[in-house]
């Protein structure tokens, strides 16, 4: 027959002895930090509420302005339930694949070209530079990337201004 031990003989969890008189360092530590880990969660909890305060400020708001939205002229595949932010632009539909070559292309052309050069070039050259890429690409010439470049050299174009029509010899690209 076994012999019952007392409940205060007996070993309290995380192997640590309760005394007779109370509870050990090993158990007043964990219960210091147990206490620790509540008032970080009530922080982060108070931090949560209030930012869903700030939100729901902003739905009031995005409530407001879809009243003033018109959604009869969206293209008919947004279907019945507006969106929270309407976009016209399927953003599905673009090759990301191809974005992400023309970042690296990009990244690549810092290494020999000034970041910013590119943005001094009119429209004009611009394309005309991603016409001569396109053109060494169908011949077979496989010293570059021609598609990825000629793909930047249109990007670029469609980022240039066309307030500055420059034309060749009347604006010369310096090296810093």
Same mark, same amino acid.
């Given at each position: 027959?076994?012999?019952?031990?007392?409940?205060?003989?007996?070993?309290?969890?995380?192997?640590?002895?309760?005394?007779?008189?109370?509870?050990?360092?090993?158990?007043?530590?964990?219960? /210091?930090?147990?206490?620790?880990?509540?008032?970080?969660?009530?922080?982060?909890?108070?931090?949560?509420?209030?930012?869903?305060?700030?939100?729901?400020?902003?739905?009031?708001?995005?409530?407001?302005?879809?009243?003033?939205?018109?959604?009869?002229?969206?293209?008919?595949?947004?279907?019945?339930?507006?969106?929270?932010?309407?976009?016209?632009?399927?953003?599905?539909?673009?090759?990301?694949?191809?974005?992400?070559?023309?970042?690296?292309?990009?990244?690549?052309?810092?290494?020999?070209?000034?970041?910013?050069?590119?943005?001094?070039?009119?429209?004009?050259?611009?394309?005309?530079?991603?016409?001569?890429?396109?053109?060494?690409?169908?011949?077979?010439?496989?010293?570059?990337?021609?598609?990825?470049?000629?793909?930047?050299?249109?990007?670029?174009?469609?980022?240039?201004?066309?307030? /500055?029509?420059?034309? @060749?010899? @009347?604006?010369?690209?310096?090296?810093?």
């Amino acid at each position: 027959m076994k012999k019952r031990v007392p409940k205060h003989l007996q070993s309290g969890w995380a192997g640590a002895v309760r005394s007779p008189l109370g509870a050990s360092k090993a158990d007043a530590a964990q219960r /210091l930090a147990a206490e620790d880990i509540a008032v970080e969660r009530t922080k982060r909890r108070h931090a949560l509420l209030s930012k869903l305060d700030v939100l729901r400020g902003l739905d009031e708001a995005e409530k407001r302005m879809e009243e003033r939205v018109d959604w009869s002229d969206l293209p008919d595949h947004v279907g019945a339930k507006p969106l929270a932010h309407p976009v016209r632009e399927r953003m599905d539909l673009v090759p990301w694949n191809a974005v992400l070559a023309v970042a690296q292309t990009m990244t690549e052309g810092i290494k020999t070209h000034d970041e910013g050069a590119w943005r001094k070039l009119s429209q004009r050259d611009h394309v005309s530079r991603a016409l001569r890429h396109l053109a060494l690409f169908l011949v077979g010439d496989l010293a570059e990337p021609h598609l990825f470049h000629a793909a930047c050299r249109t990007l670029m174009a469609l980022e240039t201004s066309e307030q /500055l029509p420059f034309r @060749e010899g @009347e604006f010369d690209v310096e090296k810093d």
